[in-house]
């Protein structure tokens, strides 16, 4: 079981609202995951990231692989800290 911390996509159309989620990969982009660790809204003026820390290094222990999109965010929002 390979395990990815990736983004389940929400919201309306032309308005899209990311769940920053922990997921078996063989599991469709926006199904069934095994935990949410936080939040991603592109439409804020900010653009808005929201990530609970402490979950996502238990994953990582654990042996998940954030996609590098989720890497990326979590660059961005320890730079913003």
Not at 19 to 33: E, L
Not at 62 to 73: D, H, I, W
Request: include cysteine; charged fraction near 35%.
């Amino acid at each position: 079981m390979s395990v990815r911390i990736r983004l389940s996509r929400h919201g309306a159309k032309k308005k899209p609202f990311y769940r920053i989620v922990v997921c078996d990969q063989r599991f469709p982009r926006d199904g069934r995951y095994i935990e949410q660790v936080g939040t991603y809204d592109p439409n804020a003026s900010a653009e808005a990231v929201k990530l609970n820390r402490e979950k996502v290094d238990i994953w990582i222990k654990r042996g998940a692989k954030p996609t590098q999109t989720v890497s990326e965010l979590m660059a961005r929002q320890k730079k913003a800290s």
